[in-house]
């Protein structure tokens, strides 16, 4: 046995157990978000109004985050046996991501299918576009440090066929309530308030979600899921605080069904029983393992990616996994 197989199943039903009062960790954010508009509001016309609205802006953003994992939970059935509790939450806390709830939860659920195959979103070919190695190391950081969403953006059509026609009009409903509550807030705030209460905002969470991406997936390998991604930022716990433990990505792609707020007692409880492999890629702190992802990415090997792929049928391989249903929500490996 090896991976995460030998952990106790004592820890994986302490995991697993639900505990609804960690979801005032909702309101909680949202009350925070609401705090830093009125400061928003009440500075203003300070003459620190622009580093006090980036200050802001910031802490938006990790809010933001936060509320998406929370979202991602639900997704995966973990906040509520209910569906169409697990819906709202879902709705409500995803939406500021500025995406459709219907559309991610079939790219999400697809993603645990799939993670690391050559299909799969998570997973940024660079050859697919380039095949010169100075391009291809600067498409790869802009990706991983910024343009990351905008990737993501453009492989969702891919997801939108694989909808439903009452989902496709559920996604547009849920887009067009979200960006009509947000050009309501364009039109009665000042734009300076509404510049920093959300659209820098949106930039930093571009920038924390394409860095993330990277320390999650980059060059990681398809198959059994204890070796599908990495943990990182374990010891950051202010950030797993408003991130909700999505730092935990190990852990979440081996057992999705653990809750965002049981990940970071399990991960230290289980650690010991880890193998060598798998303790070797949770990492302590966040910018540590970014700048050595960095430092990989400026030394890519083409020809050793090619090695990866050789001898496979691109697009037979990628018909063969979109036609893959995703796994289902409240599994528990």
Known sequence: MAGMDTVPRELLQAAYRRNPIHLLKIPLHFGIWAAVTWVLYATQHHPLAIPIGVACSWLIANLVRGLGAVAHDAVHGSCSRSKLTSYVIALLCWAPTG??????????????KIANTYPDVDNFVVT??????????????????????LYFLG?????????????RVRMNLELLGFWGLMAFFYWVMPFQVFFFFYLLPFV??????SVTSMIEHYEMLPGEDAYSSRTYGTSARVTNFLWNNVTYHNE???????????????????????????????HPSI???????????????????????RGLNKDDERRKMMALNGIQPGATA
Not at 128 to 149: E, G, H, I, Q
Not at 253 to 282: M, Q, T, W
């Open 99 to 112: 995406m459709s709830v219907t559309l991610y939860t079939n790219y999400h659920l697809h993603h645990h």
């Open 128 to 149: 697919d576009y380039t095949r010169n190695p100075v391009l291809a190391r600067l498409l790869l950081l802009a990706v991983y440090t910024f343009a990351y969403p």
């Open 155 to 167: 492989c969702m059509a891919r997801y939108v066929k694989r909808l439903s026609p009452l989902q």
């Open 204 to 209: 930093f969470g571009a920038i924390l979600a």
């Open 252 to 282: 979440h792609h081996k057992f999705p069904g653990i809750p965002f707020y049981n990940l970071r007692s399990f991960h230290e409880a289980a650690y010991p029983y880890y193998d060598e492999r798998v303790k070797s890629a949770c």
């Open 287 to 309: 910018v540590g393992v970014a700048l050595s992802l960095y430092g990989r990415i400026l030394k890519l090997d083409i020809a050793k990616l090619d090695e990866r792929y």
